[in-house]
């Protein structure tokens, strides 16, 4: 029986199929995801994130990074620390953050694996680019929201899933290492579910807020 990664709930049906995976959706949380045993090992899921050429003196990069960084500086009080979760090869994000006055911590399960990181306090936490890749987004989610401060901040970057119709001809879907996929629907009934304010700065950024 099949199981949602993010809810846990098995109310689970095909959804998709390419020539080299199958897609499912859970009935309660709406996630759409690629059954654990189509997933990448680890060392080949490194292997493709070691191609990744993301660096903060790439102006590009940060101008990408600036959809979720300008509208998560605005709400931020000054001085809040701040952890990149998923921080990548490059880490840039957080050295935003920290030119605009936010002390960091990074956290990589593969470039920065940083137990302590893990065990702190945060008023606001950032997860760009990071969900597709979660094989138990559930638990990670959960691990995230229980080290935000009251009040603080969940800012997540993340192409968004629209229509069965445009699912099949998805770009995003073709990376090997995207296994999740979350719709605005999906994100809504996480922040139901955990008591958290949801905004949607953009087609692909999401700010929750916990009371």
Known sequence: MRCCPLCDATTVTHYHQDRRRDYYQCGT????FVPPEQHLSAALEKAE???HQN???DTGYRDFLGRLFTPLLAKLPAGACG???GAGPGPTLSVMFEEAGHPMAIYDVFYAPDPEALRKPYGFITATEVLEHLARPGQVLAQLLGQLEPGGYLGVM????STKDAFTRWHYINDPTHVCFFSEATFTWWAQKHHLAVEFPGNDCVILQKH
């Open 29 to 32: 949380c709406q996630l759409v």
């Open 49 to 51: 994130y070691d191609r």
């Open 55 to 57: 660096s903060p003196h």
């Open 83 to 85: 952890l990149d979760f």
């Open 158 to 161: 993340t192409k968004r899933v």
